[in-house]
């Protein structure tokens, strides 16, 4: 596979244009005037890292997009003047042309559209509402899958390079069987004298390295195996997108409509960390984007009309999304006049969905605003009008098999909620043992873990409770229900993980804990039966199904149901021979290039994302050398440099600044702070970086 140089910029660079685009949004709230520091400040931040990354990797076109978004904050950095509604359309306009040039980057070897800084596609000049919302793509839901796949198959050949190292662990403790066997023959042969005894302790002391050899491999092979495990479930999580990614579309889309409708509209959202799968996430935010354009023409009065009503001048439209069970729940909500059920009941007498003078309530006109192609809207227009936004939220909850339910209160707004099942769905679970099964429960559930002895194993087991927290709660063994047959407690106490379930709270008894683990959870097969404890299936690091247990059902199986001890485990890591460099750089693309350079180099390399970061880490461990970003957030490069100056432990350790900062002033305080060397971004050469770091630590 060809070297991607640009493997890292790429998700740098989406995550940094998503928050510029979303914090540019955000400008357009109802902040009183606008004039609020710290979102500026924070956009600052972002396109200057993106400017800086942009300039590592010679994506000139994208840093200088990223300089002018900063031109045009600058002004507004002190919070002092507001950010005005054409600067806001100007950063908006350079946004779309950083999601252009970054979207067209592809991996060596993909099909590119065209190359960043020939022809690439501009951005339109000036915002142009009307027919941005006509023909806005549903979402920008993306997912790059030869990363993951690649990392899914090292994954599963390093777990397959250890199958022989646990079947070592077999051989060993025969081994030490075998010379505890040959210890007794001697001694019952010669005694403790003579050859024999000697002979004995020699083999006596083999089978105790045996054993301790054993026990070494079969705790080593069990952490590698949970992390191995865990990088799993985290590169298949990145296979869902998060839902972050539609939500900023859908704010735009928001935006754009109340400009083309002339109206003041505020967005708000909830759910953007919850990951989704990319298939179910894209129809949804197609059938949302009508939905929100929806809300803007229809539901929110002009300005005049919400003063007239008492309401405030700027209309609200919000989308929450969360996760109910194994199903996604999508609610977009608008504070307008709501529905015109006088219109919707003479359009439905109209086409003869209702007989005139019969009586149809309001959820009736609903099923039909939702099922007849209705309009309510006076005029057909670049925004809606024609109908087909209740029908498309339709289309898509009878395609994914869900439900979709509208609930309206004239005057007050509308309701729309799209409830839809989830093919698959990331969260972070708890790996348990219990009766020889491993198992995961999702972590959010969890509120404790509490070690038990025998004697209190063996007392919840009889009683079927346990005390906790000044509260007897209902206690379940959990290898009761994965193995109904077994009906004794296993011997030795227990781990009683305390979760909660709604409103109740139970204690689940398993025999070990191994740790936490991201998951992506897949629905159980239609035809393989399980109990309502089990809610799904993850794939372990063999690629082997691990049930997903259903907090619900164990709540409701502790009622039915009555039934052991925690292994703490530790492995000690070895320090390297030598101390590795610290690379301390807030942007993404930087610290992976730099690590790259310094470990094909020979050097052993640390990471840390900030000065804050960095200066914790040494609390730990000795560094060879520092290599600092200037601009970051919190405390700068300058700072950390001459913090560490006047740590009588730290000062013997050299830094290295580099930082997009090329003038003379720049170079001249990083010298005055400590700084060893000073090398700007844009300038980058790796020879020289390679160069300073020999002449201050040596050869690796």
Same mark, same amino acid.
């Given at each position: 596979?060809?070297?991607?140089?640009?493997?890292?910029?790429?998700?740098e660079?989406?995550?940094?244009?998503?928050?510029?685009s979303?914090?540019?949004?955000?400008?357009?709230g109802?902040?009183g005037d606008?004039a609020d520091?710290?979102?500026?400040?924070?956009?600052?931040?972002?396109? %200057?890292t993106l400017?800086?990354?942009?300039?590592?990797?010679?994506?000139?076109?994208?840093?200088d997009?990223? %300089?002018?978004?900063?031109?045009?904050l600058?002004?507004?950095r002190?919070g002092a003047?507001?950010?005005?509604?054409?600067?806001?359309?100007?950063?908006?306009?350079?946004?779309?042309?950083?999601t252009i040039l970054?979207?067209?980057?592809?991996?060596?070897g993909?099909?590119?559209p065209?190359?960043?800084?020939?022809d =690439?596609?501009?951005?339109?000049?000036? #915002? &142009?509402?009307?027919a941005a919302?006509?023909s806005? #793509?549903?979402?920008?839901?993306?997912g790059?899958?030869?990363d993951?796949?690649?990392?899914?198959?090292a994954v599963?050949?390093a %777990?397959a390079?250890f199958a022989p190292?646990r079947?070592?662990v077999?051989?060993?403790?025969?081994a030490r069987?075998?010379a505890?066997?040959?210890?007794?023959?001697l001694r019952?042969?010669?005694g403790h004298?003579g =050859?024999?005894?000697?002979?004995?302790?020699m083999v006596?002391r083999?089978?105790a390295?045996?054993?301790a050899?054993g026990?070494?491999?079969t705790?080593?092979?069990?952490q590698?195996?949970?992390?191995?495990?865990d990088?799993?479930?985290r590169a298949?999580?990145?296979?869902?997108v998060?839902?972050v990614?539609?939500?900023?579309?859908?704010h735009?889309a928001v935006?754009d409509?109340a400009? &083309?409708?002339?109206?003041?509209?505020?967005?708000?959202?909830?759910g953007g960390?919850?990951?989704l799968?990319?298939?179910?996430l894209?129809?949804a935010?197609?059938?949302? *984007?009508h939905?929100?354009?929806n809300?803007?023409? %229809?539901?929110?009065?002009?300005?005049?009309?919400?003063?007239? =009503?008492?309401?405030p001048a700027a209309?609200r439209?919000?989308?929450?999304v969360?996760?109910r069970g194994?199903?996604?729940a999508?609610?977009c909500?608008?504070?307008?006049?709501?529905f015109?059920l006088g219109?919707v009941?003479a359009q439905a007498?109209?086409?003869g969905?209702v007989?005139?003078?019969?009586?149809?309530?309001?959820?009736?006109?609903?099923?039909?605003?939702?099922?007849?192609?209705i309009s309510t809207?006076?005029e057909v227009?670049?925004i809606?009008?024609?109908g087909?936004g209740?029908d498309?939220?339709?289309?898509v909850?009878?395609?994914l098999?869900?439900?979709?339910?509208?609930?309206?209160?004239p005057?007050r707004?509308t309701?729309?909620?799209?409830v839809?099942?989830?093919?698959?769905?990331?969260?972070?679970?708890l790996?348990v043992e219990a009766a020889?099964?491993?198992?995961s429960?999702?972590l959010?559930t969890v509120?404790?873990?509490?070690?038990?002895?025998a004697v209190?194993? &063996?007392a919840?087991?009889?009683a079927g409770a346990l005390a906790?927290?000044?509260?007897?709660i209902a206690?379940?063994?959990l290898a009761?229900?994965l193995v109904?047959?077994?009906?004794?407690? =296993?011997?030795?106490?227990?781990?009683?993980?305390?979760?909660?379930?709604g +409103?109740?709270?139970?204690?689940?008894?398993?025999?070990?804990?191994?740790g936490t683990?991201a998951?992506?959870v897949?629905?159980?097969?239609?035809?393989a039966?399980a109990g309502?404890?089990?809610?799904?299936l993850?794939i372990?690091?063999?690629?082997n199904?691990?049930?997903? *247990?259903d907090?619900?059902?164990l709540?409701?199986a502790?009622?039915?149901?009555a039934?052991?001890?925690a292994?703490g485990?530790?492995?000690?890591?070895?320090?390297p021979a030598?101390?590795?460099?610290?690379v301390v750089d807030d942007s993404l693309?930087t610290?992976?290039?730099?690590?790259s350079?310094?470990?094909?180099?020979?050097?052993q390399v640390?990471?840390?994302a900030?000065?804050?970061?960095?200066?914790?880490?040494?609390?730990?461990?000795?560094?060879a050398?520092?290599l600092?970003?200037?601009?970051?957030p919190?405390?700068d490069?300058?700072?950390?440099?001459?913090?560490t100056?006047?740590?009588?432990v730290?000062r013997?350790?050299p830094a290295i600044l580099?930082?997009s900062r090329?003038?003379?002033?720049?170079?001249?305080?990083g010298?005055? &702070?400590g700084?060893?060397?000073?090398m700007?971004k844009s300038?980058?050469?790796?020879?020289e970086?390679l160069?300073?770091?020999? +002449?201050?630590?040596?050869?690796?």
């Amino acid at each position: 596979m060809a070297r991607d140089p640009l493997r890292y910029f790429r998700i740098e660079a989406r995550e940094l244009v998503d928050q510029l685009s979303q914090g540019v949004l955000d400008l357009t709230g109802d902040g009183g005037d606008g004039a609020d520091r710290e979102p500026v400040a924070r956009l600052l931040r972002h396109a %200057h890292t993106l400017k800086g990354a942009a300039r590592v990797v010679r994506q000139r076109d994208i840093a200088d997009a990223a %300089h002018e978004v900063e031109e045009l904050l600058v002004a507004h950095r002190d919070g002092a003047v507001p950010v005005p509604p054409e600067t806001v359309g100007a950063l908006l306009t350079l946004t779309d042309r950083l999601t252009i040039l970054v979207g067209a980057l592809r991996p060596p070897g993909a099909d590119a559209p065209q190359a960043p800084g020939m022809d =690439a596609p501009q951005a339109p000049e000036a #915002p &142009a509402p009307a027919a941005a919302a006509e023909s806005a #793509p549903a979402a920008p839901v993306r997912g790059d899958s030869a990363d993951i796949d690649e990392l899914l198959d090292a994954v599963g050949e390093a %777990h397959a390079r250890f199958a022989p190292l646990r079947r070592q662990v077999a051989t060993v403790d025969r081994a030490r069987r075998a010379a505890d066997a040959i210890t007794e023959q001697l001694r019952i042969r010669g005694g403790h004298d003579g =050859a024999d005894g000697r002979s004995a302790a020699m083999v006596t002391r083999l089978a105790a390295d045996l054993t301790a050899l054993g026990r070494q491999l079969t705790e080593t092979v069990e952490q590698v195996e949970r992390e191995l495990d865990d990088i799993r479930g985290r590169a298949e999580r990145l296979r869902l997108v998060p839902v972050v990614t539609v939500l900023t579309t859908l704010h735009r889309a928001v935006y754009d409509a109340a400009a &083309a409708e002339g109206k003041k509209v505020v967005f708000d959202s909830g759910g953007g960390d919850l990951r989704l799968d990319p298939h179910v996430l894209s129809l949804a935010a197609g059938a949302l *984007l009508h939905v929100v354009r929806n809300a803007v023409s %229809h539901g929110v009065e002009t300005e005049p009309e919400r003063l007239a =009503a008492g309401k405030p001048a700027a209309g609200r439209v919000s989308v929450e999304v969360h996760r109910r069970g194994t199903n996604a729940a999508f609610r977009c909500r608008d504070d307008g006049r709501g529905f015109d059920l006088g219109a919707v009941r003479a359009q439905a007498e109209a086409r003869g969905l209702v007989t005139s003078g019969a009586e149809a309530d309001v959820r009736e006109l609903m099923r039909l605003l939702m099922h007849g192609g209705i309009s309510t809207a006076g005029e057909v227009t670049g925004i809606s009008g024609r109908g087909i936004g209740l029908d498309a939220v339709r289309d898509v909850a009878e395609q994914l098999g869900g439900e979709v339910s509208v609930s309206t209160d004239p005057g007050r707004g509308t309701t729309v909620e799209l409830v839809v099942p989830l093919s698959l769905v990331s969260l972070s679970g708890l790996v348990v043992e219990a009766a020889g099964t491993l198992a995961s429960l999702p972590l959010d559930t969890v509120r404790t873990c509490v070690l038990l002895g025998a004697v209190e194993a &063996a007392a919840a087991v009889a009683a079927g409770a346990l005390a906790h927290d000044g509260q007897v709660i209902a206690y379940l063994p959990l290898a009761r229900v994965l193995v109904p047959a077994q009906r004794q407690a =296993a011997a030795g106490g227990a781990v009683a993980v305390i979760l909660t379930a709604g +409103e109740r709270t139970v204690a689940v008894g398993v025999d070990r804990l191994l740790g936490t683990s991201a998951l992506v959870v897949r629905p159980l097969p239609d035809l393989a039966p399980a109990g309502a404890v089990v809610s799904g299936l993850s794939i372990d690091a063999e690629g082997n199904p691990r049930i997903v *247990l259903d907090p619900h059902g164990l709540a409701a199986a502790a009622g039915r149901v009555a039934g052991g001890g925690a292994e703490g485990d530790g492995t000690e890591a070895s320090a390297p021979a030598r101390d590795p460099i610290l690379v301390v750089d807030d942007s993404l693309t930087t610290r992976m290039l730099e690590r790259s350079i310094l470990e094909s180099a020979g050097y052993q390399v640390e990471l840390a994302a900030s000065a804050e970061e960095a200066l914790e880490r040494v609390k730990s461990r000795r560094y060879a050398l520092f290599l600092v970003d200037i601009d970051m957030p919190g405390m700068d490069g300058f700072t950390f440099v001459t913090v560490t100056r006047a740590d009588p432990v730290l000062r013997g350790t050299p830094a290295i600044l580099v930082s997009s900062r090329a003038s003379a002033e720049d170079r001249r305080r990083g010298a005055e &702070a400590g700084a060893s060397a000073y090398m700007v971004k844009s300038e980058f050469d790796q020879e020289e970086l390679l160069g300073h770091i020999r +002449e201050l630590v040596g050869a690796p």
